[in-house]
T-cell receptor, first 112, second 112 residues
Framework: GEDVEQSLFLSVREGDSSVINCTYTDSSSTYLYWYKQEPGAGLQLLTYIFSNMDMKQDQRLTVLLNKKDKHLSLRIADTQTGDSAIYFCAETYSGGYQKVTFGIGTKLQVIP | SQTIHQWPATLVQPVGSPLSLECTVE??????LYWYRQAAGRGLQLLFYSVGIGQISSEVPQNLSASRPQDRQFILSSKKLLLSDSGFYLC???????????FGPGTRLTVT
């Protein structure tokens, strides 16, 4: 079955870049996502990438996809204290009802 | 624009009591609807999904049930709560291709 793995915790200093990594197992994945969850809130879709892309940039966010290694990363440039949250990697595949498989989430702590 | 509502925001219920959590979506038609549970601030577990009125699929056997009486209304219920039902319950919707999901603010359920 599908599986998405992430490290649990990342700590960075304000102004540095953050890199959150994710690996997945389903080779038929067609879309990969990054969601952000602030304390006590629902998940917010940050960005997504199609499986036929290698990179996607959106302001401070850069998503890199290595399809051969099934590895996805999210880079946040100039990390701010407001970026402190849990970041979820997720995947889905075409067909069916768009079931999304989420990772366990990486807690990003930004130190002022 | 689309919005998603969940209520109540927090709930404390004794073991053995019934449960009803409601989710409604505005600004879209025929969305796919989802109920997730998030325990201990981590990992999302898909509980139910629905692709249309009266169409409910269960992902995990449990003492919870879901119903979709209207196109944009999704209800999570239980006849008798267990301690293990405590958690953060998230409703989400999606529509069209890509599978991007949009989450409600969540309901924090504590079973005592």
């Amino acid at each position: 079955g599908e599986d998405v793995e992430q490290s649990l915790f990342l700590s960075v200093r304000e102004g540095d870049s953050s890199v959150i990594n994710c690996t997945y197992t389903d080779s038929s994945s067609t879309y990969l996502y990054w969601y952000k969850q602030e304390p006590g809130a629902g998940l917010q879709l940050l960005t997504y990438i199609f499986s036929n892309m290698d990179m996607k940039q959106d302001q401070r966010l850069t998503v890199l996809l290595n399809k051969k290694d099934k590895h996805l990363s999210l880079r946040i440039a100039d990390t701010q204290t407001g970026d402190s949250a849990i970041y979820f990697c997720a995947e889905t595949y075409s067909g069916g009802y768009q079931k999304v498989t989420f990772g366990i989430g990486t807690k990003l702590q930004v130190i002022p | 624009s689309q919005t998603i509502h969940q209520w109540p925001a927090t709930l404390v219920q004794p073991v053995g009591s019934p449960l009803s959590l409601e989710c409604t979506v505005e600004g879209t038609s025929n969305p796919n609807l989802y109920w997730y549970r998030q325990a201990a601030g981590r990992g999302l577990q898909l509980l139910f999904y629905s692709v249309g009125i009266g169409q409910i699929s269960s992902e995990v056997p449990q003492n919870l049930s879901a119903s979709r009486p209207q196109d944009r209304q999704f209800i999570l219920s239980s006849k008798k709560l267990l301690l293990s039902d405590s958690g953060f319950y998230l409703c989400a919707w999606s529509v069209g291709g890509g599978g991007e999901q949009y989450f409600g603010p969540g309901t924090r359920l504590t079973v005592t």
